[in-house]
């Protein structure tokens, strides 16, 4: 019987490399995302209001993370219309649809639409969609109207009450669709009567208008700044959060409709509009708001 040659030896394995552990425990980041992580983890606190009193969503250190832009009108309801034929639901829907752009690629942040076609939203839903969606900025697009032909420039809106007759009007204009009954009144006048709200609501407001005059300014230096005001709108009615309504021209002048018609003034429009509202943002708690 013959007898198996032996095996041969096979040479341990040299020992593993030790690694420093800082290198192990440590993954490879990009500069953007280093960025984002130190901004979350020293996240910046919020400014003071230009009144210089701290509302409670500064005091919490609210933030934003989800955005309501609603397109006025829609449907049956045309809103008003240009001497030319431009019709405000058509306006307000193409100018909406560009913020909601904006925001998306340079906020980060969501962007719920009340309507992205030619669609009737009653005005109490629009509000519904923001709650329910639990937005933290309701921000309802129009455009204006005035028998006075030369009439012109921008004007942004919060709830709270007025006596101002001109405010009045806008507001029975835009509210004229309301499915709202005189016994609701009660609980219309609690709500807008919710002091927090309003004042933060002011502040997003003046953000908003001191963008949008400067676009306007630019195209007719003798403009005049329309500025900030309040009243009584359905559509901001029931909104928990923030909430403004800015009118971004009036279509009732025929050289006003002849600028609103461009594609590329409805851009500057959404960039108004957005630098306004990132403004507003950047005053509140956050951690990251514009990235461009």
């Known amino acids: 019987m013959l007898e198996a040659a032996p095996l041969p030896e096979v040479p341990p394995l040299p020992p593993s490399p030790k690694l420093d552990p800082k290198i192990q425990s440590k993954p490879v980041l990009s500069k953007a995302e280093e960025k984002a992580i130190a901004s979350i983890a020293n996240p910046k606190p919020a400014k003071l209001p230009k009144n210089g009193q701290p509302s409670l969503s500064r005091v919490l250190g609210l933030k934003i993370g989800k955005i309501v832009i609603?397109?006025?009108?829609?449907?049956?309801?045309?809103?008003?219309?240009?001497?030319?034929?431009?019709?405000?639901?058509?306006?307000?829907?193409?100018?909406?649809?560009?913020?909601?752009?904006?925001?998306?690629?340079?906020?980060?942040?969501?962007?719920?639409?009340?309507?992205?076609?030619?669609?009737?939203?009653?005005?109490?839903?629009?509000?519904?969609?923001?709650?329910?969606?639990?937005?933290?900025?309701?921000?309802?697009?129009?455009?204006?109207?005035?028998?006075?032909?030369?009439?012109?420039?921008?004007?942004?809106?919060?709830?709270?009450?007025?006596?101002?007759?001109?405010?009045?009007?806008?507001?029975?204009?835009?509210?004229?669709?309301?499915?709202?009954?005189?016994?609701?009144?009660?609980?219309?006048?609690?709500?807008?009567?919710?002091?927090?709200?309003?004042?933060?609501?002011?502040?997003?407001?003046?953000?908003?208008?001191?963008?949008?005059?400067?676009?306007?300014?630019r195209t007719n230096a003798k403009l005049r700044d329309r500025g900030v005001k309040k009243a009584p709108f359905v559509v901001l009615i029931g909104a928990s959060m923030p909430s403004v309504l800015a009118e971004i021209g009036f279509v009732s002048n025929p050289k006003d409709e002849v600028m609103l018609k461009r594609s590329d003034y409805r851009q500057k429009i959404a960039e108004a509009l957005y630098k306004g509202l990132s403004g507003y943002a950047g005053t509140l708690s956050h951690f990251q708001v514009a990235k461009n």
């Not at 006025?72 to 001497?83: E, L």
């Not at 560009?98 to 992205?116: K, P, Q, W």
């Not at 806008?170 to 919710?194: G, H, P």
């Open 70 to 217: 609603d397109a006025g009108h829609g449907g049956h309801d045309t809103g008003t219309s240009g001497p030319g034929g431009l019709m405000e639901k058509d306006l307000v829907l193409d100018v909406s649809q560009r913020l909601g752009a904006l925001i998306e690629t340079r906020m980060g942040s969501e962007v719920i639409y009340t309507r992205t076609d030619d669609t009737f939203i009653p005005l109490e839903t629009r509000t519904e969609i923001a709650n329910e969606r639990r937005a933290d900025l309701f921000l309802s697009i129009h455009a204006n109207s005035s028998p006075i032909r030369i009439a012109s420039g921008v004007e942004t809106y919060y709830l709270n009450f007025t006596t101002s007759k001109s405010a009045l009007e806008v507001a029975a204009r835009e509210n004229a669709s309301s499915q709202k009954s005189v016994y609701e009144l009660k609980d219309l006048l609690q709500k807008i009567a919710l002091k927090d709200k309003a004042e933060e609501s002011r502040e997003f407001a003046t953000r908003i208008q001191s963008s949008m005059f400067s676009l306007s300014a």
